[in-house]
């Protein structure tokens, strides 16, 4: 056993142990740089808890913006078993990212307002079921929006104006599969319906 080792030794061309000697020998001083490097001159560490992702960035705008009309918030409240990023007790408005959390609120009854991911805080405004202020106004009284009358929240959901609760709720979610942008609707007419909905579901009888 022992002439075998010295025998294969001898096969094997003295340029080629040379060629692999040298490149172990490069292989460990680059990896010993690197290691040293490393040590002396340590790189920065990213504060992974302080990152702000996109959900982060809207809600940040959110909050600026109810802070700045007024509004008092519950973040990451609970509204009929859902969790929704934000909850405006006052009003009975619930604001979340999450659509099938905005449907299931908004058949138990409560309005519910769904942020897209493109949209940005400054816009929700435009969705809220009340007047909200511009240029440092005060803010109006709800339901104060754009459908009007009492008379046209009634009208733009197709019943009459002595139509009961039940029956407003039932010809919103018929309306809202129809304008609701998630379904190919238009955004403003999304709106109106839900000024609309508000509107007449405080003066259902």
Known sequence: MGGVLPEWFSLVPPWLLVGVV????????????????????PASRTDRSRRIDGSDRRRGEIRTYLGRIGERYVEDATVHGEA????????????????????????????????????????????????????????????????????????????????????????????????????GGDGEDFRRLQEAYTTAKKHAD
């Open 84 to 183: 929704v990023a934000f909850h405006l007790p006052e009003r009975g408005v619930a604001i979340t990212f999450d659509p099938q959390a905005y449907f299931r609120i908004e058949e138990a009854g409560t309005y519910a307002v769904l942020c897209e991911h493109e949209m940005p805080g400054s816009q929700l405004g435009r969705r809220l079921p009340f007047e909200v202020p511009t240029d440092g106004e005060e803010p109006g009284p709800t339901g104060s929006g754009t459908t009007g009358s009492v008379a046209s929240a009634f009208e733009r959901l197709g019943l009459r104006p002595s139509a009961g609760p039940d029956e407003v709720k039932t010809a919103y979610r018929e309306r809202v599969k129809e304008v609701h942008p998630d379904h």
């Open 22 to 41: 040298m490149g172990f020998t490069a292989v460990v001083a680059v990896a010993g740089i690197f290691v040293a490097g490393d040590r002396l001159f």
